[in-house]
């Protein structure tokens, strides 16, 4: 039996998650949707060709336009939104209505708990929705989860995560690999944290540290940065007495950036000056973008889990590690890979029936030893140690 999938914004995420489909679900048909023509058509061949087969279809069309959206979407499996997360709301409301699976690539907590109220409708619908997919929040949490399964009992959770170039160049040391307003979303703002049990508001660029990996990463500074635990600390609440996530990067980053929000260039509320009214981030976006895209990223992701527990009666440290390269046969990222596919085993699984209907939170939808294998399927060496 073949499953249709769709992928609305094909973009680098969708395409890698559009790509992961054909190759692991079972995939009959995958339609691309983006307005952009050129996108959507590029995107669909480009999937074509790594597959080897006619499996990908582009559609260009403007997603608001609600009527020729549904008629392209009927009979979906599975969608899954990859375009900004102001849209998540409406496209969850679609797929109720079209009973078909849903997951996205998330971005905004509190449209997350809006999409979660509609878990009775997704019931009725007999169609499981979880938000907040991708590499952070995601795939950290379900690594998080696997780590907690480990042992009898967690007590504290800590996790670091981050995005990196394989060839650092100062002054910046640093690639984006993703639009830049998501990378202002993630240091703008606060964090949530769970500290003595409880859930607790923690400042972005707060308690730095240094962390040594295994080369070639070497030394690299972690912070908080907002958004990456999703609900999860909500969810974990009185579960555990700690659970935090921190942003990795090179060192300089961190002292570079908190200068930037110090000054206000992050915020994305309007500013008046000389009778001109300006929103902060777009000007260093403009200025700082340019300088920090490259045509070719070659790019390493990290995400490291710690848990601290009991088992057997006795205290446990387990580590959950996973490295990922840019990939040279297929030109993904690692970012690409990480986040894409993430969302891609999730809207799978739903299509196959393997997850529990209603909308979901990440940390509950699939359990991490679930995720774990199926990365594992796709050549993602995750690796566990006890100490």
């Not at 390269?325 to 990222?333: I, K, L, S």
């Amino acid at each position: 039996m073949g499953y249709k999938y769709a992928v609305i914004g094909a973009g680098r995420q969708g395409i890698a998650a559009a790509y992961d489909m054909g190759r692991f679900g079972d995939a009959e048909e995958i339609i691309l949707v983006d307005s952009h023509e050129d996108i959507a058509q590029t995107a669909a061949m480009r999937i074509n060709k790594l597959l080897a087969r006619e499996v990908a279809r582009g559609v260009p069309l403007d997603i608001m336009d609600l009527d020729k959206l549904e008629k392209v979407l009927q009979g979906t499996s599975s969608l899954l939104s990859a375009v900004p997360y102001e849209y998540n709301l409406y496209l969850t409301e679609l797929a109720i209505s079209l009973k078909s699976n849903m997951c996205d690539l998330g971005g905004n907590t509190e449209i997350v708990r809006k999409q979660l109220s509609r878990n009775s409708d997704a019931l009725e619908a007999g169609i499981t929705i979880v938000p907040d997919c991708g590499m952070g929040p995601g795939l950290n949490i379900s690594l998080a989860m696997y780590a907690i399964s480990l042992v009898d009992r967690a007590k504290e959770v800590f996790i670091w995560d981050g995005g990196l170039p394989q060839n650092p160049k100062p002054p910046w040391n640093y690639l984006l690999t993703f639009n830049f307003n998501g990378l202002a979303n993630e240091y703008y703002g606060n964090a949530y944290f769970l500290r003595d049990g409880k859930v607790t508001e923690v400042e972005c660029f707060n308690d730095f540290e240094e962390l040594d990996f295994p080369p070639p990463l070497g030394r690299l500074e972690a912070f908080v940065t907002s958004g990456g635990l999703s609900t999860a600390p909500w969810t974990l609440e009185g579960k555990l007495d700690r659970l935090e996530n921190k942003t990795l990067r090179y060192p300089g980053h961190w002292a570079q950036f908190r200068a930037f929000s110090q000054l206000g260039l992050l915020s994305p509320e309007p500013v008046k000056e000389g009778g001109i009214e300006f929103i902060p981030r777009h000007v260093l976006g403009a200025l700082l973008e340019p300088k920090i895209v490259r045509p070719e990223i070659k790019d390493v992701c990290v995400i490291l889990v710690k848990c601290i527990g009991e088992k057997n009666g006795e205290k446990a440290e387990v580590f959950v590690e996973l490295v990922d390269n840019y990939d040279e046969r297929t030109g993904f990222t690692s970012m690409q890979r990480l986040t894409g596919w993430h969302a891609s085993i999730v809207a799978i699984l739903a299509a196959k029936g393997r997850l529990s209907p209603g909308a979901i939170p990440v940390e509950l939808a699939i359990p991490g030893i679930t995720m774990v294998e199926e990365a594992r399927k796709r050549g993602l060496k995750v690796k566990e140690r006890f100490e």
